[in-house]
């Protein structure tokens, strides 16, 4: 698997979100000083990404990072199991189908 584009752009409602990928020791890369595979800028509606990971960690990561892309942007608060289940049944469609619109348009499997 190979990133083959840095940069890929998507929306929520009115703000246009950005996903970069970026090296390894990129200091974006950078919570509290440890590494983090990824990052969301929420000021900035910017995703970064790690490009050196595994097709699987590449998956999660993003999965994980458009996760909290939702959360915030939709204003969602979670603190019950059915408030997650409706999370989940809301958005989750959406969350997938960004993922694999990057994937579709950033990511060559084959190398």
């Not at 083959?4 to 509290?32: M, S």
């Not at 608060?77 to 969350?95: L, N, P």
């Amino acid at each position: 698997m190979k990133i083959t584009q840095d940069r890929f752009e998507f929306y929520i409602g009115d703000y246009v979100w950005e996903v970069v990928c970026l090296p390894p020791h990129d200091t974006r890369l950078l919570k509290d000083g440890e590494h983090c595979w990824g990052l969301t800028d929420f000021d900035n509606y910017t995703i970064f990404l790690d490009k050196n990971m595994t097709s699987q960690k590449l998956n999660e990561t993003l999965m994980h990072e458009l996760t909290h892309v939702y959360l915030r942007s939709t204003t969602t608060s979670i603190s019950t199991e059915k408030e997650f289940c409706d999370f989940v049944a809301r958005w989750g469609g959406m969350i997938m189908h960004i993922k694999q619109w990057f994937f579709e348009e950033c990511v060559d499997m084959e190398e």
